[in-house]
T-cell receptor, first 114, second 114 residues
Framework: KAGVTQTPRYLIKTRGQQVTLSCSPI?????VSWYQQTPGQGLQFLFE???????NKGNFPGRFSGRQFSNSRSEMNVSTLELGDSALYLC?????????????FGPGTRLTVT | QQQVKQSPQSLIVQKGGIPIINCAYE??????FPWYQQFPGKGPALLIA?????SEKKEGRFTISFNKSAKQFSLHIMDSQPGDSATYFC?????????????FGRGTSLIVHP
């Protein structure tokens, strides 16, 4: 089975712009969750989607949003980019978010905000 | 407030040594404790996980020890190899909204010298 894919892998944006990142889960997986990884804050949960519905959201401002499509692919959007949004954005997929384990991470999208 | 504290931040051992990474949590509602391994340029991969009703779990060379009363858990890597050189993250997950939400430790960079 192909793993979780994320596009693009690298992105450079200017402060104030917006950005959309994409995640394609493992075939058959219906849940996608997003995480932000930075040297200062570590790995932090952003939000999780299951069957096109947001199940949970982490402690991030409203500039961070996401959605999931009927084919389980997910996108996350960050509006009005700030320098502090520079990070590695990871998505993970799983069969069912109600299962504790079985989350498979993609390689991430490295976002740099200048 | 950091809910999962991980130590040490970095660790260097010789091949064959037994590196130990420790994590402590505060919220007793956490009920699933996974460890992830991350190589440079890759997303984290689930290594091993434990539930709070179990005191120890082994999978190959990796062992989790769990002390519920102390709210601490640790990862032991037996007969460590240079290929184990990676960053290791502990996490504590809480069930909310029908899914498990992880809180991650800050990570431990492990180097195993040949």
């Amino acid at each position: 089975k192909a793993g979780v894919t994320q596009t693009p892998r690298y992105l450079i944006k200017t402060r104030g712009q917006q950005v959309t990142l994409s995640c394609s889960p493992i075939s058959g997986h219906r849940s996608v969750s997003w995480y932000q990884q930075t040297p200062g804050q570590g790995l932090q949960f952003l939000f999780e989607y299951f069957s096109e519905t947001q199940r949970n959201k982490g402690n991030f401002p409203g500039r961070f949003s996401g959605r999931q499509f009927s084919n389980s692919r997910s996108e996350m959007n960050v509006s009005t980019l700030e320098l502090g949004d520079s990070a590695l954005y990871l998505c993970a997929s799983s069969l069912d978010p109600g299962l504790a384990g079985g989350r498979y991470f993609g390689p991430g999208t490295r976002l740099t905000v200048t | 407030q950091q809910q999962v504290k991980q130590s040490p931040q970095s660790l260097i051992v010789q091949k064959g040594g037994i590196p130990i990474i420790n994590c402590a949590y505060e919220n007793t509602a956490f009920d699933y404790f996974p460890w992830y391994q991350q190589f440079p340029g890759k997303g984290p991969a689930l290594l091993i996980a434990i539930r709070p009703d179990v005191s120890e779990k082994k999978e190959g060379r990796f062992t989790i020890s769990f002390n519920k009363s102390a709210k601490q858990f640790s990862l032991h890597i037996m007969d460590s190899q240079p290929g184990d050189s990676a960053t290791y993250f502990c996490a504590a997950s809480i069930r909310a909204g029908g899914s498990y939400i992880p809180t991650f430790g800050r990570g431990t960079s492990l180097i195993v010298h040949p």
